[in-house]
Nanobody, 122 residues
Framework: QVQLVEFGGGLVQAGGSLRLSCAAS????????MAWYRQAPGKQRELVAE???????NYADSVKGRFTISRDNAKNTVYLQMNGLKSEDTGVYYC????????????????WGQGTQVTVSS
């Protein structure tokens, strides 16, 4: 089995910073794209940032210049450094990853973490 666990959410004042991390565990062979999504109350889940295995990145326009996604392939971990936080960044942040793993058979599936709450007070 494979599991994604997020860390680092919390309450921060507008203009502040937070760093989220997400670690994948299990009998993992490789991880392709890793991403962060968020869901604000009453809104649909949206892509915040994604990073390929080769570290090519893509960001939502609303976070460009403020957020940075990175990964450590040796640790099967993805990070999201969030600077200049705004009240509209408030929401539950979810980690997502395309993971190839083995349990007898080799599987390649898409996984979600349980989510971590980020609240930005104005």
């Amino acid at each position: 089995q494979v599991q994604l666990v997020e860390f680092g959410g919390g309450l921060v004042q507008a203009g502040g910073s937070l760093r989220l991390s997400c670690a994948a565990s299990g009998n993992i062979l490789s991880i392709n794209t890793m991403a962060w999504y968020r869901q604000a109350p009453g809104k649909q889940r949206e892509l915040v940032a994604e990073i390929s295995r080769g570290s090519i990145t893509n960001y939502a326009d609303s976070v460009k210049g403020r957020f940075t996604i990175s990964r450590d392939n040796a640790k099967n971990t993805v990070y999201l450094q969030m600077n200049g936080l705004k009240s509209e960044d408030t929401g539950v942040y979810y980690c997502n990853a395309d993971i190839q793993w083995r349990s007898g058979t080799v599987y390649q599936l898409n996984y979600w973490g349980q989510g971590t709450q980020v609240t930005v007070s104005s």
